[in-house]
């Protein structure tokens, strides 16, 4: 991975080459080496990011509280749309301010309000509070059920607000209860992100789930689901 920075109009510009995971804690070091000099705005320019896995995201959230805690401001420029899936499966993209453009990133520094730019989505997510249970893949005859709220679905995977959460990468077998179906969706997902309390204080504690090998037929039945109650969605929680 590499990192090259430049200046516009005071704004520090971070190109960041290759992929973001656990090897790339030159980001941090980067982005602390700027804030303690004076550099608090700083826009990381994504366009050349070849994967984003899911240690990656805990560095781009150590650099964003790092950034946070000297009172400036971190922004994603030219973010990937598997990116922005993952994002929204851990609710990082309520965190992070995302831009299509670098203008739009750095000009986003000079207004007194800002709004997000909404990139347009590979799958639909709604949000929504549906119940769930759920117990690991694997474990005992009997094993603990476990229960919680769906915050959000979309076919890439689900939100669960609970505080049974487990640890990142534990795979879960799913129950999840759809309004007006026969019975509940049953489907496995991994475990990709337990939120941070200081970055997602709304949605602590709870976890990203992220859908592994859903059927076509399963798959269809989430979007049909979504499709149909997209104009109701519910606030969030």
């Known amino acids: 991975m590499g990192i090259r920075i430049r200046e516009i109009k005071n704004i520090s510009i971070l190109d960041i080459d290759g992929r973001i995971d656990i090897n790339s804690s030159d ?9 303690t000099t004076g550099k608090v705005n700083l ?5 050349n990011v070849d994967l984003v ?11 964003y509280k790092n950034t946070a805690n000297h ?3 971190l922004k994603l420029v030219h973010v990937s749309l598997p990116v922005i899936e993952l994002f929204k499966v851990v609710k990082l993209d309520t965190v992070f301010e995302i831009y299509e453009d670098e ?3 750095v000009n986003s520094f000079f207004q007194e309000e800002v709004e997000r730019a909404h990139l347009r989505r590979k799958f639909k997510r709604l949000d929504i509070h549906l119940s769930t249970k759920y117990k690991i893949v694997g474990g005992q005859k009997k094993a603990k059920l476990f229960d919680g709220k769906v915050l959000n679905i979309s076919a890439a995977g689900i939100f669960i607000y609970s505080p049974y959460t487990l640890p990142i990468n534990t795979m879960l077998e799913l129950e999840i209860a759809l309004p007006d179906t026969p019975s509940p969706l049953e489907a496995t997902g991994r475990v990709v992100w337990l939120t941070d309390k200081e970055l997602q204080p709304h949605y602590f504690p709870g976890m990203g789930v992220a859908f592994v090998h859903l059927t076509p037929e399963k798959e269809k039945a989430v979007i049909d689901f979504i499709d149909k109650n997209i104009t109701h969605r519910a606030e969030p929680f």
């Open 27 to 35: 980001i941090i070091e980067t982005v602390g080496w700027l804030t």
């Open 43 to 47: 826009v990381l320019n994504m366009e």
């Open 53 to 63: 896995d899911y240690s990656g995201l805990s560095v781009l959230a150590i650099a």
């Open 71 to 73: 009172k400036g401001h």
């Open 103 to 105: 203008e739009a990133a």
